[in-house]
């Protein structure tokens, strides 16, 4: 007997149906935030000066826009993105950019026509804290790729906290 599947509407990661709930903060199916809140809990656990816990739940709200996902979160996930991948800011100062971003209805994006290639299964499945380290920046590096037509936007909003 086959497992049905359940494709997350964002990421098109396919996976096998839990039933869980679908997601209420990002365009994710139940199953694929099971998934990120694995990596999350493995990340945030590791207590790494780098904080890469913070890049990671950039990629993983950048790559989950659309839907029910608000614009505001969209928003501070690419200049976290673009802070932490361009600017080489650790994940602890891009966490206090976002504290300090002047607060303002940000406008939804639309989402890449494509999704990015790598998603929160592949940094899963890294074995030692290294290769997690660098499955998160690969997987950050290519959701931002993704939403390359809006560079020049988060570039702009990001400019005052530089």
């Given at each position: 007997m086959?497992?049905?599947k359940i494709?997350?509407?964002?990421?098109?990661?396919h996976?096998?149906?839990?039933?869980?709930?679908p997601?209420d903060?990002?365009?994710?199916?139940?199953?694929?935030?099971?998934l990120?809140?694995?990596?999350?809990?493995?990340?945030?656990?590791?207590?790494?000066?780098d904080f890469?816990y913070?890049?990671?739940?950039?990629?993983?709200?950048?790559?989950?826009?659309?839907?029910?996902?608000?614009?505001?979160?969209?928003a501070?996930?690419?200049?976290g993105?673009?802070l932490?991948l361009e600017?080489q800011?650790?994940?602890r100062?891009?966490?206090?950019v976002?504290?300090?971003i002047?607060?303002?209805?940000?406008?939804?994006?639309?989402p890449?026509?494509?999704p990015a290639?790598?998603?929160?299964q592949?940094?899963?499945?890294?074995?030692?804290n290294?290769?997690l380290?660098t499955?998160?920046?690969k997987?950050a590096?290519?959701?931002?790729n993704?939403?390359?037509l809006q560079?020049e936007?988060v570039?702009e909003?990001?400019?005052?906290?530089?």
């Amino acid at each position: 007997m086959t497992a049905n599947k359940i494709i997350c509407p964002a990421c098109n990661l396919h996976l096998v149906d839990q039933q869980l709930a679908p997601s209420d903060r990002y365009n994710a199916s139940g199953e694929c935030l099971d998934l990120f809140s694995q990596l999350a809990d493995r990340t945030f656990a590791l207590e790494d000066p780098d904080f890469h816990y913070q890049l990671a739940v950039d990629a993983y709200s950048a790559q989950h826009a659309g839907g029910v996902a608000r614009g505001i979160t969209t928003a501070y996930a690419l200049i976290g993105l673009y802070l932490a991948l361009e600017q080489q800011f650790s994940g602890r100062k891009v966490q206090h950019v976002h504290s300090i971003i002047a607060k303002q209805q940000w406008t939804p994006l639309t989402p890449p026509a494509q999704p990015a290639a790598i998603t929160v299964q592949e940094v899963l499945r890294t074995h030692t804290n290294e290769e997690l380290y660098t499955g998160i920046r690969k997987w950050a590096t290519s959701v931002w790729n993704s939403w390359a037509l809006q560079h020049e936007w988060v570039k702009e909003k990001a400019a005052p906290y530089i």
